[in-house]
Structures are given as structure tokens and as C-alpha cells.
């Protein structure tokens, strides 16, 4: 028993018999209730559970990862800092401000004059600070640059002390000022 307007449809060439059929069954199904029944609210709430629980489960595994990476960073400041570190074998006190507090180190000459030209930086290392050269200093910085407390070698001079300089040429300093 096809419907009418199926058997004209055929009758004319517009639809194949196999597709008709396929209809039939579909009808067939839907009015004795074998469609696939909707889905219960504790169905869903237990869908939208594993959803959270998937979602939580991928948070905690990228702070993980994050944490981890940290560790490793520091791991390697820590190794690159022993394996570069020089001596420090001077009686004059170097004096520099980490936090807003001043902190010393002992240096000979050669290194002060070093640490003022940037050719040697100061980096924390556990409880105390290192001299550290500055190929060392690269490869913390591309690390951490909270690691380096102290190196003149950065290029900070800003135009606005360039414009400082250009008016305080025009004062004189006396000769025999001494500081």
C-alpha cells in the first residue's frame, strides 16, 4: 500500500523504487516506536558529569605540565649557573640592590671594573649570588630573567636621560669639586 503521490512520483522517473522503499521502512518504524527513544535527564546529567570530569582532568594536567616545565627551567639556571660561576678571591665589597634591599658581594678590582663595563652580571643562586660571564647570562635570560639581579650590559638607556645629558652640558663643574 504506497501512497498516491509515491506511485505518481514513480510513474514519472523522478524517484528510484529502492528509494521509496527506504521511506516505507523509515515510516514504518516511526509509527511502531523502534526509533531510538530520547535520551533520560540521568542520561544527560551523567554525559554533562564526564564532559566536567574530562574537562577538570585536562586543567590539572596542564598545570602539571606547567609546574614541571618550571622545575626544569630552574634546573637548568641551576646547572648553567655551577658550570659557569667564577671564583670570586677580592676584599672589596660590592654593594647592589635586589627587592629594595642592598646586598654585597666580595670582588676583587678586576671584577668590580668587569661588572661596571657588563662584561660580568651577578645571578641568584640558591640562598646567595654568583658572577657569572656574560655568555652565561644569555642562556639565563632565554630561561628566566628574574635569575640575573645585577648587569650593566643591558642596553636601558632611555631618550628621556639622553635629553638629561643634553641639558646638564650647560652647567659647568667646577675642577676642584670633589666628591
Do not use: C
Not at 665589597?93 to 651577578?122: N, P
Amino acid at each position: 500500500m504506497r501512497n498516491p503521490l509515491q506511485e505518481q512520483l514513480l510513474k514519472a522517473g523522478l524517484v528510484k523504487k529502492g528509494k521509496v522503499a527506504q521511506v516505507v521502512r523509515e515510516q514504518t518504524k516511526q509509527r511502531q516506536g523502534k526509533a531510538p527513544a530520547p535520551a533520560s535527564t540521568e542520561q544527560v546529567d551523567a554525559q554533562r558529569l564526564l564532559a566536567e570530569r574530562a574537562e577538570r582532568d585536562r586543567a590539572l594536567a596542564a598545570e602539571h605540565n606547567a609546574q614541571l616545565r618550571a622545575n626544569e627551567l630552574r634546573a637548568q639556571i641551576r646547572q648553567i649557573v655551577e658550570a659557569h660561576k667564577i671564583k670570586r678571591d677580592g676584599e672589596l665589597t660590592y654593594r647592589f640592590t635586589v627587592e629594595d634591599k642592598i646586598q654585597s658581594v666580595l670582588v676583587s678590582e678586576v671584577q668590580r671594573a668587569q661588572l661596571a663595563k657588563g662584561a660580568l652580571v651577578i645571578a641568584r643562586h640558591e640562598q646567595g649570588f654568583e658572577l657569572l660571564p656574560r655568555a652565561a647570562a644569555e642562556k639565563i635570560y632565554a630561561r628566566d630573567a628574574s635569575a640575573i639581579v645585577l648587569d650593566h650590559g643591558l642596553n636601558t638607556a632611555s631618550s628621556t636621560s639622553d635629553v638629561d645629558d643634553e641639558y646638564y652640558k650647560q652647567f659647568q663643574v667646577p675642577d676642584d669639586l670633589t666628591w
